[in-house]
C-alpha cells in the first residue's frame, strides 16, 4: 500500500490542465458561495509578459505575393517581369467581365485579346516553374483555340481564377497547375494545340 | 559612427529556417530525406539523430536541421555573395518540402549576423555611442560617473505580414585553449573586442509552398538588409 501512495502525485502538483481529476464526482463551484468543491483545483489567472523577444502570431493570414517579395529588384528577372505582365493580365480580366456585365461584349472582348496579346510573354518566362509555364501555355492554348468566339461569363472568370492563382503561387506544386488546367476544361476550354489530337493518332499507329 | 558601410563588417553566421505546422511524416520519411541531400553532398555527417530532430553537419561550416515543425540551415562561414549558403538551403527547402508534404510555412525567417572588430571595448563603445542612436542622458549616472559598459539595443519593427529585430551591441569575446601537456604547444588567450550587428527577417503571415522560392526570397532579404542597414551604422544624422 505504502508503494502505490507513493507513486500518487499530490493534489497541489497535479497540473493546471487536469482540474477535474477522474476520481472526482464534485461538480463546478456553486457561483453564489464560491466555494470550490474538494478535490478541484481553484482555477489561476496566468500572466504573460509580451517582451521584445516574443513573437506575434499572424499565421492564420496569407501573405501577399507584393509582401513575400518587396524587394522586386533583387528577385529573378523573370519573376519580377511575370508579376508584373499578370497584375496587367487581371487588370484586362476585370475589365472584360465588368463590360460584359454592362452588355459591351465587344469591349469586353478587346480587352480579353489584349490579354492574349501578353501570354507570349509571359510564357518566356516559364523557367519560374514547370506549373507556371503549363498553366500560361493552357490558357495560350484555350483562348486561341476560341478561334475569334467570344467567350462567356463563365469562361472569362475561370481565366480570371487560373491567372489569379498564378500569380499569388508562381511556385506552386505541378499538381496544383494541373488542377487549374482542368478547371479550365471544365469550362468548355480546349487547352492544348490542335496538333496535339494529330499527334496522338499518329502515336497510336 | 565610423563604420560607413556594411561591407567593414564581417558576415559571421548567416541561418535560414521555415516553420511550419508539424508534419510526422518525418518519423517515416527521415532516411529519404537525408539520402536526397547525401546524394548532393556527400560529406555530409549526422550530429543529432532523433525522433523529431534530425541533425547533420556538412564541412564543419555548415548545420542542417529538419524538426517535426521546422527546417533550417546554419552557415558559419558565409561569404558575401551567400553562393553555398543559397545552394544548401535551396536544396534542403526543397526536399524537405516535398518529402514533409507541406503546403505553408508558418514563419520564415532569415538572420545575417555581422561582425567588426575594434581594438578593445571602450573603442567599440564609442563608436556604437557616437552614432547617436541610443541618445543617453549626460552622467553622473546613479553616483558612477563612467561610460556605459558594453552597451547595445534591439530594435523590433513588425507589419502584419513581415518584421524585422535589429540588434547592435558591443561585445567582447574571450578565447582560452589549453593544449594537453604532452603535446609541443603554448596555451591560447586571445581577447576581441567588437560590434555586433545583428539582423533577423522574417514573416509573420503564413506563406503557401506555392508562394516561395527559397533563392528568392533570401536574395530579396539580403538586398534588403545590405540596402537599409545603412543608417545603423553611420548613425542619427546631425
Redesign the interface.
Known sequence: MNNVLAFQQPTSLIPDTQVLPHQSHSKYPNPDTGVVPQNLVNPKPKLRIVGKDDIIDNSAQRISIEELYPASEAIKPELNVALRLLSVSSTCIQEAIELLHIGDSVASDDAIQRLQAILPELFCCRIISDSFGAMINATYHALKNQEGLPLTKHQIQAIGRAVSRIRSEPFMRFEAAVEEIMALEEVGFIVEPPEFEYLADWLDE | MRSTDLSDFRLEQCVFEARHEPSYLLWDRAGSIWSQIRAKWPRLKPSQVEPSATQFTLDNRFLLSVFVDKFAVIDQAPDHSLKSFLDVAESLSKVATQHLELN?F??LGLRLIFFKEFPDREAASAVLLSSQILNLPDGPHFGIDMPPVLPGY?V?W??????T?VRMEVEGRVIDFTPPHFLDLRPMHKEVAGLKFDIDY????????????C???I??????VN?DSKPFLTGRKQ
Open positions: 505553408e508558418s514563419r534591439t523590433r513588425e507589419s502584419k505580414a513581415t518584421g529585430t522574417y514573416t509573420l503571415a503564413s506563406v503557401a509552398v506555392g508562394q516561395f522560392s533563392r528568392d526570397w536574395n530579396q532579404t539580403w538586398h534588403l540596402r
